[in-house]
């Protein structure tokens, strides 16, 4: 019998199966930390500098900072495969789905980068001197404009092509 892998459906899938490892890590090892189950990245109505800080700080308590970071490392693999997923899903206008694709990937990226800068101290990293306990943070969560973008364009662009593809 010869299966042949087609790459759409495969990269989908795989995006797919990365989401549930990456919410699963999320909602029973790294929410349970905080009273409130705050995860940075599905806070759609925003978080303060002082909502992170207070996240790094049981993150850094409990020992699941390294955990974190790796579940940000798993959402490059998860950004890849559903980048992958979106662009073959244009066949004779790649550059549409690249476009479309990378306006997303870009929100969810900058989100993770910020995230990472914001809770390097409390992934594992030594602090530098100079600072008693906790890095200084600025004012306002920067990350928060990404995170927005990223839960309300990830949604509407599976859902539109599911959507698309569905009635073919």
Not at 70 to 98: C, E, K, S, T, Y
Not at 109 to 138: C, F, H, K
Request: glycine share 10%.
């Amino acid at each position: 019998m010869n299966l042949r892998l087609h790459p759409r459906p495969t990269a989908g899938l795989g995006a797919l199966a990365v989401l549930a490892l990456m919410a699963a890590l999320l909602h029973w090892k790294i929410a349970p930390l905080t009273d409130s189950g705050f995860l940075p990245q599905l806070a759609f109505r925003g978080y303060s500098s002082l909502d992170l800080q207070a996240f790094g700080t049981e993150l850094l308590r409990s020992g699941e900072g390294g955990l974190y970071r790796n579940i940000l490392r798993l959402d490059l693999l998860f950004m890849g495969l559903w980048g992958l997923w979106v662009v073959l899903a244009f066949p004779d206008r790649r550059a549409v789905g690249m476009a479309l694709a990378g306006v997303v990937l870009v929100c969810d990226l900058a989100e993770n980068v910020l995230l990472q800068q914001a809770l390097d101290w409390a992934m594992g990293r030594s602090l530098p001197t100079g600072w008693v306990l906790y890095p200084p943070l600025i004012e306002d969560a920067q990350a928060v404009p990404f995170t927005r973008a990223k839960l309300l364009l990830y949604p509407l662009v599976t859902g539109g092509l599911l959507l698309r593809d569905l009635g073919r």
